[in-house]
């Protein structure tokens, strides 16, 4: 039925979309006053996460596979022994293709032994039959539309304003959903609390002016950090980015990661 | 266990062929097999109300000798439906979080609402209105705590006028309407679940709710099947063989749509061969093997589809005993192979890395809270709990739904004294 439209209607619409507007920014307000009591997160007082929008990009023209990073996201969160891992450092080996089979490229190899913490062991094929070599940082790729988020069933993984997707572990009722949900792997069942972890940017570092323990021991600069909201004169994310084409893990899933990638090859997933 | 403890007793082999992420790389996979048990529970919860409804909201009159065995068997299991999740959880002091403050974008936060309203506002209210008559009539007859506890039950309504009974009848009919849709909505979120994981090609499917849900009827009436023989045969009753017949008929009749659904997800995955699909092909071929193409298809599936094809097509030819075998066997081989389909499913999932570069293989321990020994009490659970209600519920002398018992108005009884 075609509706009719008359002043009154018509005043009635605008007045209830003017309202609307405005309630925008209370409800807005009001949710980050309730987040603000609810959430816990280790930032420090007085620490505004809609003033920062935090960014980190990975140049893999410049890993080296050392596993610095990796040592220190461990010591630095107290991540537990075994295999679990914040960060971790992948290696790729891509074999020159076998002559007369008419393929491009050969049989590709991954590995991430302790996550690449204590270096890497010999490479799987002779080097002179080595087309393609190189690391590959993961962690966290704080996605625009995290899947852990949408999935779970209490709200303890949120997206903080900052661009942080952190986790209240006081919260987490340790149904792993997340960590299933995760495409990249990125997350998992801490096995002392019980409750699900991941990268966190070191949220109570950067929170107070510091940078990740991943970027602050990266000897080469693979890691690069900073802030969208609050670029200095010599940005480091800029200048990647002037630099650089960036690529994201597994777009296909739509995630759309906010860890940006310079220098991946196709077999990255 | 401590991997590091074990490897001094033995070594432990890796886990995985080819390349995994590292915090895949555990000792077990993160969903084990008390996940497995869950939608299988809840599977047969709904399949054996569903069973109850065809007496109820379609009138099969032929199945009435069993409506109220499928409801307490329904009821028994969705008493314990949670408690696979329970004990599965990292920190079950909190499960309770998920009534209070529900996520809403999650599915999994919809599973205490959905529990809630199928235990409390289904379930609970239909069996009520059914036994209420009953519950009268037991609590004038029966003496001690028996007596008491079916006078607590009639919640102090014992107004048996025709007219109330009628009013029982009609609401009890209301609720097994609303019942149906809310016992595929129970099945079919665990289904969304999985379904809605879109970073494992074995779970993201848009098919899986529906195969969750055709796969619950089928394992909830094999499951009524069984209960109802082995009860006639506790009992040394006389099995009602037209009731038999036509619950083979469902149940073969629902296997078809089972089988149907899941064959065209196959041919899909098959066909469409998308991201995985290699991985997946590896998989049926050696890891799940065993439980998917022998235990699941073959077993599960294809075998009591011919022998109850059979049975529909030649049931005059075929003696009485024979028929009862039959289906006991059908439902039996149903029964494990919807367990197989959930092992398939919820341990094939996470049998190969979201790296698409490894399989990974399991073992499931004896003890412990996710091993053999708990998953097994866990499913026997119910059926103690079964078998208790019956013997509260269920008497002997068949009670058919809608019949009232040989009972008099307290007016009549004072009159007749």
């Not at chain 2, 009138?59 to 329970?86: D, G, H, Q």
């Not at chain 2, 909830?220 to 069984?226: D, P, Y």
């Not at chain 2, 149940?251 to 899909?268: N, P, S």
């Not at chain 2, 005993?321 to 066997?329: A, E």
Request: charged fraction near 20%.
């Amino acid at each position: 039925m075609k509706r009719k439209w008359n002043r009154r209607g018509l005043l009635g619409s605008i007045g209830a979309a003017v309202t609307g507007l405005l309630a925008l920014p209370v409800g807005r307000a009001a949710k980050a006053a309730v987040q603000k009591v609810l959430v816990s997160t280790s930032a420090p007082r007085g620490y505004d996460p809609t003033k920062h929008k935090w960014q980190m990009a990975i140049d893999v023209n410049r890993c080296i596979g050392c596993g610095h990073c990796v040592e220190a996201c461990k010591k630095e969160n107290h991540v537990p022994e075994g295999p679990y891992y914040r960060t971790w450092i992948e290696r790729y080996v891509i074999a020159k293709p076998e002559t007369g089979t008419g393929k491009a490229r050969g049989k590709t190899w991954v590995d991430s032994p302790s996550g690449g913490m204590r270096g890497f062991p010999e490479l799987p094929i002779p080097e002179e039959d080595v087309l393609h070599t190189f690391f590959v940082p993961k962690l966290c790729n704080l996605c625009e539309h995290s899947a852990c988020v949408q999935v779970c069933p209490v709200g303890a993984t949120f997206d903080a304003p900052d661009g942080a997707v952190l986790i209240d572990p006081n919260y987490c009722i340790g149904c792993g959903f997340c960590i299933q949900a995760c495409p990249y792997g990125c997350r998992f069942m801490n096995p002392l609390t019980k409750t699900a972890e991941k990268c966190t940017l070191c949220y109570h570092r950067i929170t107070r002016g510091l940078k990740p323990a991943c970027v602050e021991v990266c000897p080469t600069q693979t890691r690069v950090f900073g802030d969208l909201r609050n670029p200095t004169p010599d940005d480091p994310l800029e200048e990647f980015y002037r630099r650089n084409k960036v690529q994201v893990l597994k777009p296909h899933l739509g995630t759309e990661p906010r860890v940006l990638y310079a220098g991946i090859d196709k077999e990255v997933s | 266990m401590n991997l590091e403890a074990t490897n001094l007793v033995f070594e432990v082999m890796p886990r995985f062929e080819g390349y995994a992420y590292p915090n895949e790389a555990t000792p077990h996979p993160l969903w084990t097999v008390l996940i497995v048990l869950y939608p299988y529970i809840t599977g047969l919860v709904a399949g054996a109300f569903i069973m109850a409804s065809l007496v109820r909201v379609f009138n099969v009159r032929a199945l009435e000798p069993v409506y109220r065995l499928s409801l307490l068997t329904a009821f028994a299991f969705l008493i314990c439906a949670p408690l696979p999740l329970l004990l599965h959880l990292g920190q079950p002091q909190r499960c309770f979080q998920v009534m209070i403050t529900p996520h809403l974008t999650s599915p999994m936060a919809i599973f205490g609402f959905v529990y809630a309203w199928y235990l409390m506002a289904v379930l609970l209210l239909e069996l009520w209105f059914d036994y209420r008559k009953d519950f009268v009539h037991w609590a004038r007859q029966t003496p001690g705590w028996r007596g008491l506890l079916y006078r607590v039950l009639t919640l102090g309504v014992d107004d048996v006028s025709p007219r109330a009974v009628r009013l029982d009848e009609r609401l009890g009919h209301a609720l097994s309407v609303i019942g149906i849709p809310s016992a595929f909505l129970l099945h079919g979120y665990v289904g969304f679940i999985f379904g809605s994981v879109k970073a494992n090609p074995w779970w993201g499917n848009v098919l899986m709710p529906i195969i969750f849900i055709m796969s619950a009827m089928v394992s909830g009436i094999a499951l009524c099947v069984l209960v109802y023989m082995v009860l006639q045969w506790a009992r040394r009753l006389e099995i009602d063989i037209r009731c038999l017949d036509t619950m083979a008929m469902f149940l073969f009749y629902a296997l078809v749509l089972d089988a149907g659904i899941e064959g065209l997800d196959w041919i899909h995955r098959v066909y469409s061969a998308e991201e995985g699909f290699q991985i997946m092909q590896s998989m049926t071929q050696e890891k799940l093997f065993y439980t998917l193409n022998v235990g699941q298809a073959l077993l599960g599936t294809a075998v009591p589809l011919a022998v109850l094809g059979v049975l529909q097509l030649a049931r005059r030819r075929i003696p009485d005993i024979w028929r009862k075998r039959v289906c006991f066997f059908s439902a039996l081989l149903i029964m494990l192979g919807v367990l197989a389909m959930r092992w398939n499913v919820v341990i094939g999932g996470q049998m190969f890395s979201k790296s698409l570069r490894g399989i990974m293989s399991y073992k499931m321990e004896f003890a412990g809270l996710e091993g053999w020994f708990m998953s097994g009490v866990l499913f026997c659970l119910p059926f103690v709990l079964l078998i208790m209600l019956i013997k509260l519920f269920l008497p002997k002398e068949p009670v058919l739904s809608g019949q009232t018992l040989p009972l008099r108005e307290p007016a009549e009884s004072c009159a007749t004294i």
